[in-house]
């Protein structure tokens, strides 16, 4: 059973949903933290950012900290058809921009799913598609392949667990596509709504991938919540 098992998440739409499920508390001083007690464990949840060197810095933070486990957790596109959005999936291996793949420490009861990780978001279903072919991956992200870096250098174990946020029949909107800044570590929110504002075509996506979102942050906190009564 780990001691220490550290969280890492890219956007609050992931983690909020995850810190009510295992009630963790806020740090005091460090709004991007949250740490509880669950099944024996002290879990400490870290809101990242976007992108792999967020997800790395997050990474070697918590084993500074003295993490012997390290959970990526947060939402994916859907590559596989099958795959519907809201649902949660293990990583069963994470396969790198070069092609190389890591595989996490352990199994778990959860259904599982190949994931890859790339530099930027994958947000067409011909891009969607394109990816597939290639790879043989279910799941898209940017961070995973990061986390599990960083694990492996650090001697560290490591699991991964992505929710669907948009499948592979579903386009990315447009205007989020362009505010997400893995080289700034962020999505800029303010210049989406901003944005949307003026342009009301673009409300009916958004609020699709809003409902979409939603339902992904729900199954990826009952899936954390089993994994961590698994380890337990």
Same mark, same amino acid.
């Given at each position: 059973?780990?001691?220490?098992? +550290?969280?890492? #998440?890219?956007?609050?739409?992931? *983690?909020?949903?995850?810190?009510?499920?295992?009630?963790?508390?806020?740090?005091?001083?460090?709004?991007?933290?949250? !740490?509880?007690?669950?099944?024996?464990?002290?879990?400490?949840?870290?809101?990242? &950012?976007?992108?792999?060197?967020?997800?790395?810095?997050?990474?070697?933070?918590?084993?500074?900290?003295?993490?012997?486990?390290?959970?990526?957790?947060?939402?994916?596109?859907?590559? $596989?058809?099958?795959?519907? /959005? &809201?649902?949660?999936?293990?990583?069963?291996?994470?396969? &790198?921009?070069?092609?190389?793949?890591?595989?996490?420490?352990?199994?778990?009861?959860?259904?599982?799913?190949?994931?890859?990780?790339?530099?930027?978001?994958?947000?067409?279903?011909?891009?969607?598609?394109?990816?597939?072919?290639?790879? +043989?991956?279910?799941?898209?992200?940017?961070?995973?392949?990061?986390? =599990? /870096?960083? /694990?492996?250098?650090?001697?560290?174990?490591?699991? &991964?667990?992505?929710?669907?946020?948009?499948?592979? !029949?579903?386009?990315?909107?447009?205007?989020?596509?362009?505010?997400?800044?893995? $080289?700034?570590? !962020?999505?800029?929110?303010?210049?989406?709504?901003?944005? #949307?504002?003026?342009?009301?075509?673009?409300?009916?996506?958004?609020?699709?991938?809003?409902?979409?979102?939603? !339902? #992904?942050?729900?199954?990826? #906190?009952?899936?954390? =919540? *089993?994994?961590?009564?698994?380890?337990?």
């Amino acid at each position: 059973m780990p001691q220490r098992v +550290g969280l890492i #998440a890219s956007l609050p739409e992931e *983690l909020r949903p995850v810190k009510r499920r295992l009630r963790l508390r806020l740090v005091v001083g460090h709004a991007a933290q949250a !740490r509880g007690q669950v099944h024996g464990s002290s879990v400490t949840a870290i809101l990242a &950012g976007v992108g792999a060197q967020a997800a790395a810095s997050a990474a070697r933070a918590l084993v500074a900290e003295g993490c012997d486990l390290l959970i990526s957790l947060g939402f994916a596109g859907g590559l $596989d058809p099958a795959l519907a /959005a &809201g649902e949660a999936r293990a990583v069963a291996r994470v396969l &790198g921009p070069d092609g190389d793949a890591r595989l996490p420490s352990q199994p778990c009861r959860l259904p599982s799913a190949v994931l890859i990780s790339v530099a930027q978001a994958a947000g067409t279903v011909a891009e969607k598609a394109e990816l597939r072919d290639r790879t +043989g991956a279910d799941l898209v992200d940017m961070e995973t392949w990061a986390v =599990a /870096a960083v /694990a492996a250098e650090l001697g560290v174990p490591w699991l &991964g667990l992505r929710a669907v946020s948009d499948s592979a !029949r579903d386009t990315l909107p447009d205007l989020v596509r362009r505010h997400v800044r893995p $080289d700034l570590g !962020r999505v800029q929110t303010l210049r989406i709504v901003l944005a #949307a504002l003026v342009s009301p075509r673009s409300w009916s996506p958004l609020i699709g991938l809003g409902v979409r979102s939603v !339902r #992904a942050g729900n199954a990826l #906190a009952e899936a954390v =919540a *089993l994994l961590l009564e698994d380890l337990a």
